[in-house]
């Protein structure tokens, strides 16, 4: 599959741009089940992920595949409703492409959200995680191929990836709002299938909290761009082995279901704090 070059970043942004007079500041990555925040969007203009030159378009149940210019609280925002995942046979690079588009768009803080399963065992499922980091145990990099130093350097630097700042004020704003936001490690694997309980159990002497599909290339690719990163996870099932009981996508989707208002306040108030 061809690389991803700039002026094909430039040929995606000129074409969201022609629809829209709202310059995006924030954008936002919204996992499975989650995408209920597109409906608060004011004056939203919707587009498919088919019509945006280069972009591929999502093939999970329970990702729309749109991508949302509006409105929210007072933000310009860009959210996309669906992500492209590395397990459905892209390649790092393109499973990014919406962040490269998004920097180009003006974009200076990106809010990635997912469902994962919770490793830790004091978490339960319909916490809100707050990603403190993350462990990339894709084997796959987004930087992989030739740097463009005009998108970033070579070899980016990682030690905060995840906001120390947009951290306290989504632990603040959790607190006010009352209720507990646990935080912890995340870890990206390729999927697709669910880890065995071995792996999971590897995992946790690792060092990881929380494991999903997704989030680690996005988050690289908004290091390398210079885009500061909020990533809350839910919780949306103990991890394998934990719980005498199979996994299954409807688990996931159940739960992110169930937590969806408690994850919407959350998102609401922290946007204008940004
Ligand atoms: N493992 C990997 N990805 C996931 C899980 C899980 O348990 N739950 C939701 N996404």
Redesign the pocket.
């Known amino acids: 599959m061809q690389a991803i070059t700039k002026t094909m970043i430039e040929e995606a942004a000129a074409f969201i741009r022609r629809t829209t007079d709202v310059r995006p500041e924030i954008g936002l990555i919204l996992g499975?089940g989650l995408g209920v925040l597109g409906d608060e969007l004011e004056d939203a203009v919707t587009i498919p992920y088919e019509d945006i030159p280069h972009f591929p378009v999502s093939t999970v149940e329970g990702h729309a595949g749109e991508l949302l210019i509006g409105k929210l609280q007072g933000c310009n925002v860009m959210l996309m409703r669906g992500r492209f995942h590395m397990y459905e046979g892209y390649e790092p690079e393109r499973t990014a492409l919406p962040v490269r588009v998004m920097k180009a768009l003006g974009v200076q803080k990106l809010l990635v959200t997912?469902?994962?399963?919770?490793i830790n065992l004091d978490f339960a499922a319909g916490n809100l995680m707050l990603i403190s980091d993350h462990i990339n145990l894709t084997g796959k990099n987004p930087l992989i191929g030739p740097n463009d130093n005009a998108l970033g350097v070579r070899f980016p630097d990682m030690s905060e990836a995840y906001s120390r700042r947009l951290r306290g004020i989504a632990q603040e704003t959790a607190k006010e709002l009352g209720f507990e936001l646990k935080e912890g490690v995340y870890v990206g694997?390729l999927?697709p299938n669910?880890?065995t309980p071995a792996e999971i159990r590897m995992l946790r002497t690792l060092g990881a909290d929380a494991?999903?599909?997704s989030t680690v290339s996005e988050v690289i690719v908004a290091r390398h761009s210079g885009i500061e990163v909020l990533g809350i996870s839910c919780i949306?099932?103990?991890?394998?082995g934990i719980l005498d009981q199979p996994?299954s996508?409807e688990e996931?989707m159940e739960t992110t279901e169930r937590v969806k208002e408690q994850f919407l306040s959350l998102v609401l108030s922290v946007l204008p704090k940004m």
């Open positions: 499975s997912n469902a994962a399963g919770g694997l999927g669910y880890e494991v999903g599909m949306s099932n103990a991890a394998a996994l996508h996931v």
